[in-house]
């Protein structure tokens, strides 16, 4: 990910997040997550992953899993 830039149009967020929807992916999560929440945006990413494993939903589990990695990713590449 070559960095993490605002959505140009305000997105609902089931559409960003709801695994049963097609168009859902964890790049588009992770780009409004960290529009939404700055620097907390991996935090809140890491806690959307133990609340959908907590739950039970394997699918949510891993794309907020994803979300996570690409932005710790992220914020590994901006502090070097």
């Known amino acids: 990910m070559s960095g ?3 959505p140009s149009t ?3 967020w089931g559409s960003v997040t709801d ?4 168009e859902a992916s964890p790049t588009l999560a992770a780009t409004t997550v ?18 959908a494993r907590q739950d039970g939903d394997e ?3 891993q794309l907020w899993l ?3 990695q690409q ?10």
């Open 4 to 6: 993490i830039h605002p």
């Open 34 to 51: 960290a529009h939404i929440f700055g620097q907390r945006a991996a935090s809140i990413a890491a806690w959307c992953a133990v609340y």
């Open 10 to 12: 305000p997105l609902p």
């Open 59 to 61: 699918r949510g589990y």
């Open 66 to 68: 994803s979300v996570f």
């Open 19 to 22: 695994v049963k929807n097609l």
């Open 71 to 80: 932005l710790k990713t992220f914020e590994r590449t901006v502090r070097s």
